[in-house]
């Protein structure tokens, strides 16, 4: 028998007790993630023949898609609406953050925040429930409207691309804000008051400081952003109704009328190769630079 | 060129709320001076830095620089450049684009700022680190970047908070030599804050000690040490014996006998322990016989602590001289030993 | 002052904005009338009583309540495991299973259920357990998130300290790993539940015959406007809402814990 080295010896102990804890969460994740991850892909591969899905291997999915207007469509509208409701939230989000994180004073920062993100928590379908009450034809803005006398005929503010969009942005204002909260209250005072003291004006402070500084929660928040916007059935469904359709509702749409799980899958493999070119484009901007 | 540049703080204050950071200061420092504002924290040498820097308006008070109100002129436009304690560097640029950023906002020629930025990058010797990152670089350069990068904008006044406090022992030694080099070159104004008397002793022309935001003395190191005004100045600089005095026209009475030194007001003297002598010399008075109670070593000296009477009194010594706990030695006052205080 | 009014000014709108439909929700469900459009009439908890009144929503509060719970625990369990043995034990590829674990946070939701769904659709039926399943897969990774950072290196010399001292592993598990990120695990526990609580789409995919609250709210809004909607829409949000404090509390007790 040969003898280790004390070193060689405890580091195969600790090696040996390490896998038994993570053992646990990597297999769920093995078991429950990345194996229903490869079945997509796998199922994406099969094509529907006849009512079951064919026993060939064949790209018939993803030739459909590239060949039918109506799943390109629903692509095009997804990245719009993704393009659309990212630029917006962070467009609402940075004042809302920057206002937080400079002008309230310090003591009150938490609780603003907390006040400003509270109906985050709402489930997703109560959350587009409630802003149909708001939009309905018979709803409050529309009710507010007529009352004032500044519309004679309610408008039509539901089921349509701007209602999902309203709805979007109003969940990823909150969303961004504490992103981008995040990373303004990191950056160091002294280096607002040293850039001023190099003769910056309130601009350039701005625009050379601050705003390259956010980067970070500004990336957080965009990703996060596409990765729900992207995938998200639940609002575009219920505020959007079945107008100008996205990439999830045509998934749901094989699943539930055509059962063409497979046509799903591909679709589904469409999303996921999106969302991972927004990662790997976002992925660079998404740590802050530390002095 | 440098510009004259006579600093003058007209009964300043800064109150917030009951507190008193600065309490009616005035000061006037020449130009070209190295002047260090020294202080326990809480004394309010770093508000009266902001002051200056314009980052705190003062509750009161005026401050001149070659006799024009700059009170209320705002950091930019200031003729002040501010160290930061932690240098305040800009993490998302790189060492060129931080030291280039007060002449880039100013909107100077690229090829101008280019080479201002490397004859600056040079002078605080780092040449050639301009296209790093900030996070690249040692406590001690960046220490340097943020030097560069305030003297770039040739200010007529440099304030310096904290600048060494980051940095170990060895670094601290060297950059004292360094920024009191630069500033002879240079021929500006530094304003120096720090809590450290070994390291305001080291650098400055004008030592000024600050407590409860008033000034408690100032004046040349070497003045500032031997001879401290107040009783905070004597036992903040060093540990000087403070002895209870009643003074005479040239003299002070004390538990150790009448000393002679000269009356300030307050009714106490100090003696450094370096002023109290084992041998006789010229101008030398004896104290009488010390019993040793306590004797460390410190390396180049050893430091005695003993009794003459009820009185304590601590010296110093060549540790080969020094004598054992429980020796009864007798102790001289060297010249000029004792200091009257005010209060 | 000036400074004060152009905080507001930027405030107030945001706030406006953020809490119109929240409010709008809350008010209508008191709504005495069939329709929750303004003018308000009421209050009346009428609603209140009729969604309490019925055994569909009860039966899928109660499961949401279990998966929510379950779903919670589990995922806390699992993070707290990983992240120990990542932290403390020298595990090869780290990295690797690091980016394994935070993964399924770049992957939308619909893609985990569709997943579950036609991978273990011929060996688990479609049921509570296999949404339980689904947000585990969902909840894992935050939780994670959540309780790796927590295993600095102040954490590590008290458990040495506690070795040093005597302890076996599992003592050092129990009588300091886990009381010393209590409210860390606490947080993380009411983060994962909230988010089971809400999530709508893989428990629609996943839960077959017994419906989470949000797939039965679902169903509701096929009816369209309805104060009963309004009804079961509040209490989700109150429990949400409810949670999301507790997180809120016991992170912000952390914070001034750790100045002192």
Redesign the interface.
């Known amino acids: 028998m040969t003898s280790l080295s004390p070193e060689v010896a405890a ?1 195969r102990i ?2 040996r ?6 053992a ?3 297999l ?3 078991a ?6 490869l ?2 892909l796998g ?1 994406s591969l099969y094509a529907m023949e006849g009512g079951k899905v064919g026993t060939d291997l064949t790209l018939a999915n993803y030739q459909r898609f590239a060949e039918q207007g109506y799943f390109w469509q629903s692509l095009l509208n997804s990245l719009l609406l993704t393009a659309v409701v990212t630029a917006a939230s962070l467009a ?1 989000a940075f ?2 953050a920057a ?2 994180a400079f ?2 004073p310090p003591h009150l920062q ?1 609780l ?1 925040l ?14 587009s ?6 939009l ?1 034809p ?3 803005i529309n ?2 409207l007529l009352g004032l006398g500044l519309i004679d005929t309610p408008l039509v503010l539901s089921f349509n691309f701007a209602a999902t969009v309203l709805g979007f942005v ?1 969940f990823f ?2 969303l961004a804000t504490l992103t981008i909260y995040a990373s303004l209250a990191r950056i ?1 005072p ?2 607002l ?9 309130g601009r ?1 402070v701005f625009w ?2 601050v705003l ?2 956010a ?1 970070p929660g500004l990336a957080a928040g965009a ?1 996060l952003i596409i ?2 916007v ?5 609002t575009p469904q ?1 505020l959007g109704g079945n107008n100008d359709l996205v990439l ?1 509702q045509t ?2 749409m094989q ?1 539930q009328r055509r059962g063409d ?1 497979p046509m ?2 591909a679709l ?1 493999v469409i ?2 190769v999106v ?2 070119a927004a ?1 790997l484009a976002l992925a660079r901007k998404l740590t ?4 | 060129m440098p510009q004259r540049s006579d600093l003058s703080i007209r009964n300043a204050s800064k109150h917030f709320g009951p507190t008193r950071a600065v309490d009616d200061l005035s000061l006037d420092i020449p130009a070209n001076t190295y002047v260090v504002l020294l202080g326990a924290s809480g004394s309010g040498k770093t508000t009266l830095l902001s002051i200056l ?3 705190t308006a003062p509750t009161q008070g005026q401050i001149l620089l070659a006799g024009q109100d700059i009170t209320l002129m ?5 003729p ?3 160290v ?9 640029m790189t060492v060129a684009q931080n030291v280039g ?2 002449l880039s ?2 909107h100077l020629a690229k090829p101008q700022i280019a080479a201002k930025v490397t004859a600056a990058l040079e002078m605080v010797g780092l040449a050639g680190f301009g296209p790093r ?3 690249e670089a040692s406590g001690g350069q ?1 220490q340097r970047i943020a030097l560069a ?2 003297l770039v ?1 040739e200010p007529a006044i440099l304030l310096l908070d904290e600048p060494l406090g980051a940095l170990d022992l060895n670094l601290r030694r060297q950059m004292q030599d360094e920024l009191r080099s630069l500033q002879r070159r240079e021929g500006r104004t530094f304003v120096h804050v720090t809590h450290d008397q070994e390291e305001a002793m080291a650098v400055a022309d004008l030592i000024v000690i600050m407590n409860h935001g008033r000034i408690e003395d100032h004046g040349p190191p070497e003045r500032v040490y031997a001879q401290p005004r107040t009783r905070f100045a004597a036992s903040f600089m060093g540990d000087s014996t403070i002895l209870p005095a009643a003074f005479g026209p040239d003299h002070a009475d004390t538990p150790l006998g009448r000393l002679p030194t000269r009356p300030m007001g307050g009714s106490a003297v100090a003696i450094r322990p370096e002023s109290v002598l084992l041998t006789e010399g010229e101008g030398t008075l004896p104290l009488g016989l010390l019993t040793v109670t306590e004797r460390v070593f410190q390396g180049a000296f050893a430091r005695i602590t003993g009794r003459i009477g009820d009185t304590d009194l601590r010296l110093r010594c060549p540790p080969a001289d020094a004598p054992a706990p429980g020796a009864t030695v007798p102790v001289h006052l060297a010249r000029n030993g004792a200091a009257g205080l005010a209060d | 002052m000036r ?1 004060t009014a ?2 507001l000014a ?2 107030l709108p ?2 406006a ?6 409010l ?2 809350v008010l ?1 469900s008191l709504h005495d009338g069939r ?5 308000f009439q009421g209050p009346t908890l009428e609603w209140y009583g009729r969604i309490l009144a019925n055994p569909r929503i009860t039966s899928a509060t109660l499961a949401s309540i279990g998966v929510a719970t379950l779903s919670a625990a589990l995922s806390v ?3 707290l ?2 992240g ?3 932290a ?5 590829g780290r990295k690797w ?1 690091e980016a ?2 935070l ?10 259920g ?7 659709s011929g060996l688990i039926p479609k049921s509570l357990p296999l949404v339980v ?2 947000h ?2 969902l909840n ?1 990774p935050l939780a ?1 998130a959540i309780l790796y950072v927590q295993f600095d290196r102040d954490q590590a010399r008290l458990e040495m300290a506690a070795r040093d001292l005597g302890a076996t ?1 599992a003592q050092v598990f129990w009588r300091i790993t886990v009381p010393t990120l209590k409210i860390a695990l606490i947080a993380a526990f009411a983060l994962c539940f ?1 988010f089971s ?5 893989v428990a629609f ?1 996943l839960s077959g015959f017994d419906p989470t609250l ?1 797939v039965v ?2 169903g509701l ?1 096929r009816t369209g ?1 309805d104060p009963q ?2 009804a079961a ?1 509040t209490l ?2 109150l429990v ?2 409810t ?2 404090l507790i997180v ?1 509390l016991f992170l ?1 007790r952390r914070r001034n814990a750790a100045k002192v």
């Open positions: 580091d600790s090696r007790q390490g896998l038994i804890l993570v646990p969460a990597a769920w994740t093995v429950f993630f990345l194996l229903p991850v079945s997509i199922l609402l004042p809302l206002t937080i002008r309230v938490r603003c907390m006040l400003a993100v509270l109906p985050f928590w709402t489930s997703y379908v109560v959350r429930y409630a802003w149909l009450l708001v309905a018979n709803g409050v009710q507010t109003h204002t909150m160091n002294r280096l008051l040293a850039a001023r003291d190099l003769g910056a004006s350039q050379r400081i390259p500084l980067v990703f990765v729900v992207m995938g998200d059935y639940v219920i999830p998934i749901m699943i799980v799903a899958a589904s999303m996921m969302v991972a990662y802050a630079d530390r002095a | 820097g314009g980052f705002p950091p930019a436009r200031r002040t450049a501010t930061f304690q932690d240098y305040a560097l800009f993490p998302h950023f007060g906002v100013r990152r900030i996070s960046r990068r305030a904008t | 400074r152009l905080t930027i405030l945001m706030l904005f953020i809490y119109l439909p929240v709008t929700l209508f329709v929750p459009v303004p003018p369990t699992l993070a495991l990983a120990w043995g990542l403390r034990h020298s595990v090869p299973v394994a674990i993964m399924p946070l770049t992957v939308s939701y619909l893609v985990v569709l997943g579950l769904m036609v991978s273990y399943i689904g585990v897969v894992l994670f592993e909230t609580w809400d999530e709508f789409i995919l949000p709210i679902w809004l406007l909607t309004n829409g989700v949000f949400s809402v949670f999301a809120e912000l």
